[in-house]
């Protein structure tokens, strides 16, 4: 009897000890396909496993990719992808006379002559995915206020000789938009996980840098050829009860010089800078 029981808690543990030499030999691009099948799960965690992928696998450009999707575009010589461009209505908050209105549509005469071809109806959103995720977590289906880069400054701008004040110039972001960014992310991502896969045969663990350059080709992934593009401000982001570059008090309260050489520096830097800064109006 006992040697009966000895044998049986012998094959309990071998049992045991091949469901664990199993899930040993899960590979990274098993994990990775599990943890991106999985929407509930966030993209910044996925994205650094992709980063482990491409250095077991030595591929910089999946590796840049990867990166650049976690730190945001800003910044960097790296053009933005294109699915990172949305479109959102530009408006502006002020006063006329003792009307106060809100969410006035901008158009192109609205603006100076210097911000009317950086500044339009399209978005260009360079901050990482656990920025925009944040932002989603903040306002589920509600509209997030982001201001271009010296907002303020355009406003100020904007209310010289003119009846009204213009206190805050933003795009009204639904949040569908911002989540339909991160879609394209993991949509790509689950590209990669199938050509991947399409490519290595039967029993193989780990991708080949051939494998993984096959991959990139075949889904586009790569973000462009590092050619120059616009330098980008620092990202500034408002919470509750915090402030940021463009709000409204610090804009109606700073002072500029009036004179035509300091209006035309700041038409160069904004030329160069007139992207996108986070300002969350709450």
């Keep these: 009897m006992d040697r009966h029981r000895g044998s049986g808690g012998d094959r309990r543990r071998d049992r045991h000890r091949g469901r664990g030499e199993v899930r040993l030999r899960r590979s990274r691009l098993d994990r990775l396909e599990d943890d991106v099948l999985n929407e509930t799960r966030p993209l910044a965690p996925i994205l650094r496993q992709v980063i482990a992928l491409g250095g077991h696998a030595h591929s910089e450009p999946l590796r840049t990719w990867a990166l650049r999707e976690l730190q945001g575009y800003e910044g960097t010589d790296v053009p933005i992808p294109d699915y990172r461009k949305i479109s959102a209505p530009l408006v502006m908050d002020g006063l006329a006379g003792t ?5 006035q ?3 192109m005469f609205d603006l100076p002559d210097f911000a009317r071809d950086s500044i339009g109806d399209e978005l260009r959103l360079g901050q990482g995915v656990g920025q925009i995720e944040s932002l989603i977590a903040r306002h589920p289906g509600q509209t997030v206020q982001l201001g271009p880069a010296m907002a303020a400054e355009l406003a100020v701008f904007m209310s010289q000789n003119s009846p009204r ?3 805050r110039l933003y795009w009204a972001v639904h949040a569908s938009a911002l989540e339909g960014v991160l879609d394209q992310v993991r949509t790509r991502l689950v590209q990669l ?3 991947l896969r399409a490519a290595m045969p039967r029993g193989q663990q780990d991708p080949t840098p051939d494998q993984v350059a096959q991959a990139l080709q075949s889904i586009n992934i790569v973000t462009g050829d590092n050619s120059s593009v616009n330098v980008t401000a620092p990202v500034a982001v ?3 009860h915090g402030s940021a570059r463009a709000e409204a008090g610090g804009a109606a309260q700073r002072t500029f010089p009036r004179g035509p050489a300091a209006w035309a520096g700041l038409a160069a830097l904004a030329a160069v800078a007139l992207v996108v800064t986070w300002v969350t109006y709450l």
């Design 99 to 103: 009307f106060q209105f809100r969410e």
């Design 105 to 107: 549509p901008v158009s």
């Design 165 to 167: 004040q213009v206190l």
């Design 193 to 195: 996980v199938g050509e």
């Design 238 to 240: 408002a919470h509750r």
